[in-house]
C-alpha cells in the first residue's frame, strides 16, 4: 500500500468513483466510526495507522473509507445489505471496514488463512449481496435487502439497539457456522465507557492481534480511531512467530494491546523480552491465572493487566477485572475473576431450574443488558431471518462466586471449548471427523500443553479402510479454522470398550502421534540445512534457509505426512514448534 497522498485503492484502471469522497455519505452520531469521522474531519493529518514503514492519516483514512463506500453504493448495495470482506491483515482491511460502515451496510470479515470449504460455509451463513476482495468488488445477490430478508431487518425492532454493523460467527454443532448480527449502538457503548475505566488516551500506540474474523477486531480497529490515538499492524509472518512478535511490539513502543492469554504465554517470554511502554494489556478470550500475572508482569512492569470477558451474543467487553500490583503474589493455579459488570449490564448465576445459587455454588452466567447482539441469522427458505436475544443471554458459562463475592469461571454447561481465543462445540469437529468417508465414531477432547489447551481426538474406521492419522487431519484441515484441528487423531479399527462394557473413546495414547510428527520436522528442517534437528526455538531463515531450501522442506513434509506446504506458510510460520504445529493442524496455506 503506498504512503502519501495517493489512495491505497486506487489501480491504474479504476474507476474515479472508488477514490471520490461523496458529501451524501456520512456518519449519525450513534454509529461506530462516528468518532473516527469527525477526528479525522477536524485534523486529516494525525497519523492514523502504521503497517512496516507506511504510514496513514486519518484523512488518508477517510478518503479511502470513503471511496469504498461510493463504489459499493454505485455497485447498487443499500443500507442494511451484507458485505463480506475477504481479508488479509493488512491496512486495507481497517479501509474497507470504514467503507462499509460509511455505506450503512454490514460487514462480515472472512480470514483468507481459514480452509476454503470453512469460508465458504461462513458465506453460506452470512449470503453476502458482495464480496470484498483487495480491491475487487463483486455483488452476489441481485437485490439489495429487502424483499429476500426484509424480516431480518425489521423483525425485532432495531430501537434501541440500533441498526445492525457486523456479522460474526461461532461455533455449531452441527457443523454449520452460526452467525451472529451485532449493532452499532453496542460497540459504541463500549467506545463510550472503555477509555476511562481502561485509561486509554490519544497517545497510546495500540496493536491489532485479534484474529481477523473474531469480534474483539472490532475494538482492536475502533478503540485507537475513536481516541486519535495511533494503531499499529504486524505483517502476517511477524504475528504469526512470538519471539518475533514480541520484538515488534517493543520496537513500535506499543503500549495498549488486547490478546489471548495463549498468545501472551508465548509472547511475554521473562528473560527473552521486555516491554517497557506497555502500560495496558487486555486479556481476553480464556482463564487467566494468577501465575500467569506473574510472569507477564516480569516482561512488561510497568503495565496494568484486565482480564476480559465476553462472549460473541455479549457486548464487546460484558466483566472485565483489574489486577492489583500484588496480584500476581497469590497462588500461582488461582483463576483469576471474572470483575465487575460492564455499565448497564447485570449478572446472575443461575440454577437449570433458572433460580439464582447461593454463594459457592456453579451455576449459568446470565447476561442482561440491551447490550446484547441482536440475534442470530438463520435460513427460512429462501429468506434469512434473525432470531433475536431481546435483553436477556444464557452464555453457558459456569460461574460461581467464592468467599469474597467475586464471580470465577468454572467452565463450560456443554461442550463448547477455547482454544487459542476460537470457541468450538467440540461437536462441531466430531461432525467434521465423521463426514471423512470410512469414519464410523468419532470423539473429541482437550488437551493441556505450554503452548495452551488443543483438541486431541479419537476415531473408528471401518476394518480395511486404511484411514490414517495425516488423512484424517488433512480432512478436517479444509473444513476448520487452524487453531482447532485435533493436533493429534487416534485412530482404531474396532469400538473400545471399558472394562464394564461401556463405550471408551478416551484418546490417551495420541501423544505419542503429536511428538512423533514434532521430532520428525525438526529432523526434516536440520536435514536440509545439513546440520542435526532444529531446537523448538529455532528458525529455519535465522539458520540459513532459502526460498529453495523452503521448497525441498515443503516437497519432504508432503512426502512423509500427505501436508501440502506452500513456501509462504514456511516464510509465515519458520520456527521449528510453530512449523510443527502447522503440520499437526494440518493447515493448508491460502495461495
Known sequence: ?????????????????????????????????????????????????????????????????????????DLGLAPGSRVAILARRNPRLVIQLLGVLLAGCQFAILDRTYPRARVQAMVDACRPHAVLEDDRLDKRAPEAPGAEDGACLADPDPAPAGPPAYLAFTSGTTGTPRCVQGGHAAVVHYLTWSPKTFGLQAGDRFSMLSGLSHDPLIRDVFSPLSLGAQLFIPDLRTWARPEALATWLRERRISATHLTPTMARRVFVPGKVSLPDLRRVLLGGEVVHAGDLRSFAQVAPGAEFTVVYGCTETPQVAMHYTAASDEPAGDAAAVVPLGEPAPAL????????????????????????PHLALGYLHRDGARLRLEPFGSQYATGDLAYRDADGRLVFAGRSDRQVTIRGA??????????????????????????????????????????????????????????????????????????????????????????????????????????????????????????????AAIEVAATIEDEFGYELSIEDIFQVSGAADLSMLVWNGVRGDS
Open 423 to 548: 470457541r468450538v462445540e467440540l461437536e462441531e469437529i466430531e461432525h467434521h471427523l465423521r463426514s471423512c468417508p470410512g469414519v464410523v465414531l468419532a470423539a473429541a477432547t482437550t488437551a493441556p500443553s505450554d503452548a495452551g489447551p488443543s483438541v486431541h481426538a479419537t476415531v473408528v474406521v471401518e476394518p480395511g479402510s486404511g484411514l490414517t492419522e495425516r488423512e484424517l487431519k488433512k480432512h478436517v484441515a479444509a473444513l476448520l479454522p487452524a487453531p482447532v484441528v485435533p493436533s493429534a487423531i487416534t485412530v482404531l479399527e474396532k469400538i473400545p470398550m471399558s472394562p464394564n462394557g461401556k463405550l471408551d473413546m478416551s484418546n490417551d495414547q495420541t501423544a505419542r502421534s503429536a511428538g512423533h510428527v514434532t521430532s520428525r520436522v525438526s529432523e526434516i528442517l536440520g536435514t536440509v540445512l545439513g546440520r542435526g534437528p532444529l531446537a523448538p526455538d529455532e528458525d529455519f531463515f535465522e539458520l540459513g534457509g532459502d526460498s529453495l
Open 1 to 73: 500500500m503506498p504512503s502519501g497522498s495517493e489512495d491505497p485503492w486506487r489501480k491504474a484502471d479504476a474507476a474515479d468513483s472508488l477514490t471520490a469522497p461523496s458529501p451524501v455519505i456520512s456518519a449519525s452520531p450513534e454509529l461506530i466510526h462516528s468518532r473516527f469521522v469527525r477526528l479525522a474531519e477536524a485534523g486529516p493529518d494525525r497519523p492514523g495507522l502504521f503497517s512496516g514503514d507506511e504510514c496513514l492519516s486519518y484523512g488518508q483514512l477517510l478518503t479511502s473509507g470513503r471511496g469504498v463506500a461510493v463504489a459499493l453504493t
Open 346 to 369: 447485570e449478572v446472575e448465576i443461575v440454577s437449570a431450574t433458572g433460580r439464582e445459587v447461593p454463594a459457592g455454588e456453579r451455576g449459568e452466567l446470565v447476561v442482561r443488558t
